[in-house]
């Protein structure tokens, strides 16, 4: 009996500690806001807001004062009355301010740092999307038409291969494209829509699967907007662009919609002009439902055409026989179109959880024209290659999120699954001449690839301490039909992996907040490579991350971390060739930083440095470089926001020397160029403004190869850097209408 009384006692006491209080978090127009840092000053307890603006937290007491602070938003300090009542709080818009940003080991601090930088320096072109991933590095090779080429983490990503890309829940990434694993075309999104930026480096994250390697990025477009707008630029190069932003409901509590449009052309810097065209158009429709459901509906339309200069030989500038915007085969170029529509509910089921689903379907079309080698396989008619690529893809995801709260510690997870189905016919690689005569199929059939994926997620909150594991696992089935055989036959294979993730993190202080991040990703091979050459169907990749978070002032962040990244043997299908080239074992060891410095209200600094050390494992000391991989990254500026109607930003990238082969005797030039925007309000609705980009004239190559090639007048072959040019001095200004 004496024990059932200290029980009862005991449990009384564990009780009176662990009174959960409930609330909700919302803007002026009564619209949920997620991720608000809710803090008892109290007892030091905190919490998140969920995607509803709801939030639990535990061992409230009645007078203890609770701070509320996000990033954009005024922060408040709310009284706690009454335990029994749910609160509703609502948060002021505001002019951001670092010092509303709070350490702790919940914040995720890389969407913090983009939407820093998205709000003091907006993007204002497709180009500009990707160059918001700190230590993501871009480069366009192909007319501005073809999606760019990446470089982060000491990895030539080529499109995409080792990062995974996502728009609204719409997968970015293609696999088995006719161009290259992992393609990603980005150009379907308009970059004035663009309201989140959430990425990480490494592959650590379990609700992340193929191509998240090097890192994943997702982007998330706006749930309404502010006002409708209409802009127009005019820039050099018979430049022209123009974007509409349409409010379709107002400010309505429970349901947004507006439609986006934006139309560019461009002939660009070179000799032979671009002709390059691109029309976008997205609607989104956003509502909140009586039973806590929120609704989305996303559907856009893009198409781009355009011509292309290629890559020209270095050897041909030095001797004066073209300048450097000048073409060997100005018959390159391609169109694409790309039509995605997009549904996503998330439902509230208590105040504790509640379930993410998203399904999409989209309809692709590419072909591209290439000639990399000029008269190498053939002297008469040339080595123009086209690439075409038709396909279907499609999936769904569900997650559900759930928290328990206790006395010490807290538990959050997510459980979740999907399919992604890639459906692509008559892919093709084919010799052709004059865009118009196909010569010789060199690759021709159809491709189906299924994936399906599952994961679980637990965070174990402790008051400064936080382990997190997590475990995905990965089906593929690829099936191919080689239509250049003459017999009728379906290749197909499958392959499962298992995919662990662990993570800490530990918040000594508001200040400080270290971690590490350990995981195995992976990126899956081309289908053609997996059935008709038996290769390597899903090489993993083994990573870590060791960092800490410092906020040593109220308005200074630094982000930084040491890095280890080891890839299995990997077989990369190369598909302007048609073939398999193997890359082997590789290492690659860096250190990231990212500064962010508000010096007033008005003025904001932003750094990001990276070094990355890649080398080739199996490879003699000497012989091991990697081709093209980064080894010194660096962009950052200074950004003026808001002063006297006056904004704008200067913003330096920085690519060192790498090396362009395996013995590092080939070096491809590095470069250091600088950009510019002045932005002035005139009034309430029309603002005007200046876009500067290489505002030094500098001569910088923006992709480089190592290529051998073979002019029409060359009876031997040359092996040397083959080069696109960057962009020279390029000024537009643009006027906006708000209404």
């Known amino acids: 009996m004496k024990f059932i009384y200290i029980l009862i006692a005991f449990t009384a006491t564990i009780s009176g500690l662990g009174q959960t209080l409930n609330g909700i978090v919302v803007d002026n127009y009564g619209n949920s806001i997620s991720d608000v840092y809710v803090y008892n000053q109290n007892n030091l307890s905190h919490t998140h807001t969920n995607e509803f603006g709801n939030f639990t937290l535990t061992n409230a007491s009645v007078n203890d004062s609770l701070k509320l602070t996000k990033l954009g938003y005024k922060p408040i300090t709310w009284k706690i009355r009454s335990i029994t009542e749910p609160l509703r709080i609502s948060l002021e818009e505001t002019v951001f301010s670092l010092s509303e940003v709070v350490l702790s080991p919940s914040v995720n601090i890389n969407s913090t740092l983009t939407k820093i930088d998205l709000t003091n320096n907006p993007v204002n072109s497709s180009q500009e999307i990707l160059r918001k991933v700190p230590g993501l590095f871009i480069g366009q090779h192909a007319g501005g038409g073809k999606a760019e080429q990446l470089f982060l983490r000491g990895f030539d990503i080529d499109h995409g291969t080792d990062v995974a890309i996502t728009a609204d829940g719409i997968p970015v990434n293609m696999p088995s494209h006719a161009h290259g694993q992992g393609y990603a075309d980005l150009h379907f999104l308009i970059p004035e829509t663009i309201d989140k930026i959430n990425f990480g480096k490494g592959p650590y994250t379990a609700s992340k699967g193929n191509f998240a390697t090097a890192a994943f990025v997702d982007f998330s477009t706006k749930e309404r907007l502010d006002d409708s707008s209409i802009s127009f630029e005019v820039g050099q190069f018979n430049t022209i662009r123009t974007v509409g932003l349409f409010d379709l409901l107002g400010n309505k509590t429970n349901s947004n919609a507006y439609i986006a449009t934006e139309y560019s052309i461009t002939d660009g810097p070179f000799e032979s002009p671009q002709n390059f065209n691109r029309f976008n158009i997205l609607g989104k429709y956003t509502t909140l439902l009586d039973n806590q459901t929120k609704l989305n509906f996303v559907v856009s339309h893009f198409k781009s055409r355009w011509d292309a200069s290629g890559q020209i030989p270095m050897r041909l500038v030095n001797d004066g026989s073209i300048t450097r915007f000048g073409a060997v085969d100005d018959t390159e170029g391609g169109f694409t179109s790309r039509s995605n529509f997009a549904v996503s509910m998330d439902k509230r089921i208590d105040e504790d959880s509640f379930v993410k689903t998203s399904a999409y379907i989209s309809k692709y079309d590419f072909t591209l024209f290439s000639n990399f080698t000029f008269f190498l396989e053939d002297p008469i008619n040339g080595d123009q290659i086209k690439q075409v ?294 009034s309430k609705s029309f603002a005007v403004g200046l876009f500067i980009q290489n505002l030094f004239d500098t001569e910088w190559n923006e992709t480089q190869f190592l290529t051998e090639s073979r002019l029409q007048n060359e009876a031997e072959p040359v092996e040397e850097i083959h080069f696109t040019p960057g962009t020279p001095f390029f000024a537009k200004i643009k006027a906006t209408y708000r209404f």
């Open 389 to 682: 690529d038709n396909r279907l893809l499609y999936g769904f995801n569900s997650v559900y999120n759930a928290k328990h709260n206790y006395s010490n510690f807290n538990v959050n997870y997510q459980i979740g699954g999907g399919v992604n189905v890639n459906s692509n016919k008559n892919i093709e690689l084919s010799h052709t001449l004059n865009r118009n005569e196909v010569l010789e199929y060199l690759q021709l059939g159809d491709i189906e690839e299924s994936n399906f994926s599952s994961f679980a997620n637990v965070d174990f909150q402790f008051q400064k301490f936080t382990i997190n594991p997590g475990l995905r696992l990965e089906y593929f089935k690829f099936n191919y039909q080689d239509k250049l055989n003459p017999v009728y036959k379906v290749l197909s294979n499958d392959k499962t992996k298992i995919l662990p993730k662990l993570n800490f993190s530990y918040a000594h202080n508001e200040k400080v907040v270290y971690f590490l991040k350990t995981g195995i990703g992976f990126h899956s091979n081309d289908s053609r490579v997996v059935l008709q050459q038996n290769k390597d169907i899903l090489p993993s990749v083994y990573g870590a991350d060791l960092g800490v978070i410092l906020k040593p002032t109220s308005r200074l962040i630094i982000n930084t971390a040491f890095w280890g990244l080891l890839s299995n043997q990997e077989f990369v299908y190369v598909g302007d060739a048609g073939i398999v080239e193997p890359s082997g074992k590789s290492k690659r060891l860096g250190l990231d930083c990212s500064i962010r410095y508000q010096l007033n209200d008005f003025l904001f600094l932003d750094f990001d440095g990276n070094y990355a050390y890649a080398r080739s494992v199996d490879e003699p000391e000497g012989d091991d470089f990697i081709p093209l991989a980064p080894k010194w990254t660096s962009v950052g500026g200074l950004s003026l926001r808001n002063y006297k109607r006056f904004s704008g930003a200067i913003h330096y990238r920085y690519l060192g020397d790498r090396p362009a082969d395996e013995s590092n005797t080939i070096i491809a030039p590095g470069y250091f160029v600088t950009d510019l925007n002045i932005n002035y309000q005139l």
